[in-house]
């Protein structure tokens, strides 16, 4: 028999999500983040959130996240109203917002949440796997 976890990986993404909401204040810490874009119709919060879960959701490319964001449970998850069928941005979008990315902040923010990580003892198997989670 398959454990719980894998068998509803939507409760271990939930658990993921509720944990970074509240002990690394994630969303607030995301929406700080700015770019150089001119009057921008996407605001800079969601596509960063799309990027991030691009990468837990192990989506191969800007292009599969593209396909993801035509879904109304994608949308829901980077705070979008769903809209199924109806893509929400581009990944054009995404790659001109990762372009214009203040570079900055983002240091900061990776630096304070790898500090507060270190705090909580997230990386307990060693300089191996600290490589491996930050990477």
Do not use: C, M
């Amino acid at each position: 028999t398959l454990p719980s976890w894998l068998a509803h990986p939507t409760v271990r993404l939930a658990q993921f999500l509720k944990y970074t909401w509240k002990v690394y204040h994630l969303p607030k810490a995301l929406s700080t983040l700015a770019d150089g874009r001119i009057r921008p119709l996407t605001p800079t919060a969601e596509i960063v959130r799309s990027v991030l879960f691009t990468a837990l959701l192990r989506l191969p490319s800007l292009n599969a996240l593209e396909g993801e964001l035509k879904t109304a449970p994608f949308q829901k998850l980077i705070g979008r109203r769903a809209q199924p069928g109806r893509k929400i941005f581009s990944a054009d979008t995404v790659a001109r917002d990762l372009d214009s990315l203040h570079h900055a902040p983002l240091r900061e923010l990776l630096h304070s949440l790898i500090q507060k990580a270190e705090r909580n003892k997230v990386f307990r198997e060693g300089s191996h796997a600290t490589r491996r989670v930050v990477a």
